[in-house]
């Protein structure tokens, strides 16, 4: 599975901006997707994951984007979408999409298997 990730780029706090992330997998259906970032200076958290159409389709977020952030997927495009609006300062960062065979432990770096390149996100003041 390699993914490619797109989309970023500067946008002023409280805009919004949609990052994309496409796979060239034929079984993306049956992979949870998510998007974790990496501030300069810190570690990689995550954002946001989109279960498997055999897990349900459902999805989690990190408190610090729920109400503000929507991931979703288009299984017949192989690709997944983090809309973010109300953006924060504090949002800016490398976003990086991941997928996973597994549910489980979907806030956890170490449950994802295959990584995109990350795409620069900032937001000015």
């Known amino acids: 599975v390699q993914l490619q990730a797109c989309g970023g780029g500067l946008v002023q706090a409280g805009g919004s901006l949609r990052v994309s992330c496409a796979s060239s997998?034929?079984?993306?259906?049956?992979?949870?997707m998510a998007w974790f970032r990496q501030a300069p200076g810190k570690e990689r958290e995550f954002v946001a994951a989109t279960a498997s159409s055999w897990s349900g389709g459902g999805t989690y977020y990190a408190d610090s984007v729920k109400g503000r952030f929507t991931i979703s997927r288009d299984n017949a495009k192989n690709t997944v979408y983090l809309q973010m609006n109300s953006l924060k300062p504090e949002d800016t960062a490398v976003y990086y999409c991941?997928?996973?065979?597994?549910?489980?432990?979907?806030?956890?770096?170490?449950?994802?298997?295959?990584w995109g390149q990350g795409t620069l996100v900032t937001v000015s003041s």
């Open positions: 997998g034929r079984t993306f259906s049956t992979y949870t």
């Open positions: 991941a997928a996973s065979p597994r549910w489980g432990y979907r806030s956890s770096d170490r449950n994802y298997d295959y």
